[in-house]
């Protein structure tokens, strides 16, 4: 090999060593972490889209302790929405409920609980014996809720998690993720009622077969009280699972979840969630696009008992961009001229597809504000004379 040659060789290696280093150091410094956190696992996400802006260990399966009822909350609300249970529904309390154990309220078997109470025991006290008398009351016993918490995982796209009571409290099957809580979370936090009992920071409540015995309640959530725009989740703490918190805060649009499992102390869990809150405040923002059931055209209608009807969006719908990005969203509606009767209440129709700077970064679905039938003879004889009179006036 002449000089020359041997010269090109080394020029070569020094500039793919070259190359190689400048890749790996971008890597580091895209995945490096903001900051440090003791948790096992954490998570922190936008509430409304669902987007991750910090992970830890995500996947991991942990106990969950008490962050498990933030489940039994969701079933309670969805059945207070369909009307299956109501506010002032009086809970028989049974004897497996006053023998749970651990944090409670003493409630006593055979005594009657209305269910605003209970759901205030279970958002601020955790209480184990409320949240199985609510259990109890929804499903007519604790292993039938169960199952229906993990059929409800399952539809959630909860794939690591496994529920073995309504509690928390320890066994060695109950397991889930810092991600699958926040699954759960974000489906919660779509009841806007629940942040009635969630940001309440002290109340009491009467508990005894004669009421004669006053439980004050102070929220073991102490973000409630020290953390601007608060306003949920959970609290955890077992031996096994460490001190645990699932929280949530709103400023302005921006609406974030942040969830830490397997801390070493109540401090931490709470000054870590708070780190996460605020890196996810300092960094991004929220750009609402539209608001659920917002009209976003009117469309004709060929052979329907009506002639018009309103095209609205299925969904409210943000974009989360980093404080600084371009915020110059184009919006491009796509939806026919008219479509043919029949068709439901919120049939898909169209689409808004979102672009920044000619890059598509989301859809919302366009459907239908109201059903329609097709239009009867009698109907169309309707139609035809109305557009007649009118014409002829």
């Keep these: 090999m002449n000089k020359l040659a041997r ?55 942990l106990p969950p302790a008490s962050i498990t009822k933030i489940m039994v909350l969701l079933i309670a609300m969805e059945d207070l929405d369909s009307g299956k249970i109501k506010l002032d529904d009086k809970v028989q309390v049974s004897s497996n409920a ?39 009351h929804i499903s007519g016993s604790i292993d039938v809720f169960v199952q229906r918490m993990n059929d409800r995982a399952k539809e959630l796209g909860m794939t690591n998690t496994h529920f073995k009571n309504a509690t928390g409290l320890p066994d060695p099957e109950h397991l889930t993720t810092a991600y699958d809580i926040s699954l759960m979370s974000r489906e919660l936090l779509k009841h806007p009622k629940i942040h009635d009992w969630l940001t309440i920071y002290m109340t009491d409540i009467k508990v005894g077969k004669n009421k004669d015995v006053t439980q004050t309640l102070v929220n073991t959530n102490k973000l409630i009280r020290d953390y601007q725009g608060a306003n949920g989740l959970k609290t955890g703490l077992t031996n096994d699972a460490g001190h645990c918190l699932a929280a949530s805060a709103k400023r302005g649009n921006l609406s974030l979840i942040s969830v830490v499992l397997g801390g070493p102390t109540s401090n931490s869990r709470f000054s870590e969630s708070k780190k996460l809150l605020d890196f996810g405040f300092a960094n991004y923002e929220s750009l609402p696009i539209c608001r659920k059931d917002e009209v976003v055209k009117k469309i004709k209608v060929s052979k329907g008992k009506g002639n018009i009807v309103n095209i609205v969006a299925e969904s409210d719908y943000s974009l989360l961009i980093r404080k600084g990005d371009s915020r110059e969203i184009e919006k491009e509606i796509i939806l026919p001229e008219k479509i043919n009767a029949p068709y439901e209440k919120g049939q898909k129709f169209g689409e808004i597809v979102l672009k920044n700077n000619g890059k598509e970064v989301g859809r919302v679905n366009l459907v239908t504000e109201e059903g329609m039938n097709k239009a009867s003879i009698i109907d169309m004889f309707k139609k035809v004379t109305t557009m007649f009179l009118g014409n002829s006036k």
């Excluded at 956190?37 to 910090?54: C, H, R, V, W, Y």
């Excluded at 003493?106 to 209480?127: H, N």
């Design 98 to 136: 006053e023998r749970m154990g651990g944090s409670q309220v003493y409630l006593e078997a055979g005594e009657t609980q209305i269910l605003d109470d209970l759901l205030k025991a279970v958002c601020l006290r955790s209480a184990n014996d409320a949240a199985v008398a609510l259990a109890e």
């Design 7 to 61: 010269y090109r060789r080394v020029i070569s290696i020094t500039a793919i060593l070259l190359i190689l280093v400048t890749l790996s150091n971008h890597s580091y410094a895209e995945t490096e972490e903001p900051f440090k956190l003791e948790a096992k696992s954490a998570i922190l996400l936008d509430a409304i889209t669902g987007e991750i802006l910090f992970e830890k260990n995500i996947h991991e399966k």
